[in-house]
């Protein structure tokens, strides 16, 4: 069965700290991983991936796959407390569904 | 990108009534999908609804208890019936522009649903 874990579950940082997020994936015939931001309810996307060791960043925001250990990892440097959020990782296949895990809680302290 | 809206926002509910939440979007896409989220747990397909055929459902989720309409490319419902606490969680439509040759999926605001 298709699974996606992520870890920590929480964390809970002060600014100006860098936090490193966990994402690793069992996808059958995976295609891509995504990262979102959830503050509210609906998620917003931050990222897609897929391919091995090419990062992307956004700002403070950079994230890389590796597909031979299938996992991912998001990192946020130099946190704010608008960081704040759960932050969601998706392993899609080549069809549509896209497997969420359930989510790292990230709570920064000003 | 793309502009998705629902409504309504967020509703609390009596146990054994039925909800409809309605899903717009800015633009024509084929596949629409329908998620929940209990609390404290992580997104969950519901069901695939594509224009002009019938809903696709997931393991676990029935026509009967979550009918779906999509009567054309930018809209569809999704009705949440004879409801009880069980189904209070964030209700989230999403579409993915596949002809666009893209695949990164795109969220509405989310309809927050309490069953009392």
């Known amino acids: 069965e298709d699974k996606v874990v992520q870890s920590p579950l929480s964390l809970v940082v002060h600014e100006g700290d860098t936090v490193t997020l966990n994402c690793s994936y069992e996808?059958?015939?995976?295609?891509?991983l995504l990262w979102y931001k959830q503050e509210k309810k609906a998620p917003t996307f931050l990222f897609m991936l897929?391919?091995?060791?090419i990062e992307k960043k956004s700002g403070r925001l950079s994230s890389i796959l590796d597909k031979k250990e299938l996992f991912s990892i998001l990192n946020i440097t130099a946190t704010q407390t608008g960081d704040s959020a759960i932050y969601l990782c998706a392993g899609s296949s080549g069809t549509y569904k896209y497997i969420f895990g359930t989510g790292t809680r990230l709570k920064v302290l000003a | 990108s793309a502009v998705i809206s629902q409504k309504p926002s967020r509703d609390i509910c009596q146990r054994g009534t039925s909800l409809t939440i309605q899903c717009q979007v800015d633009s024509q896409v084929t596949m629409m999908f329908w998620y929940r989220q209990q609390p404290g747990q992580s997104l969950t397909l519901i069901a695939t609804a594509n224009q002009g055929s019938e809903a696709t459902y997931e393991s676990g989720f029935v026509i009967d208890k979550f009918p779906i309409s999509r009567p054309n490319l930018t809209f569809s419902t999704l009705t949440v019936s004879n409801m009880s606490p069980e189904d209070s969680s964030i209700y989230l439509c999403?579409?993915?522009?596949?002809?666009?040759?893209?695949?990164?999926?795109?969220f509405g605001p989310g309809t927050r649903l309490t069953v009392l």
């Open positions: 999403s579409v993915i522009f596949w002809d666009r040759g893209e695949n990164e999926q795109f």
């Open positions: 996808v059958t015939n995976f295609r891509s």
């Open positions: 897929t391919s091995s060791g």
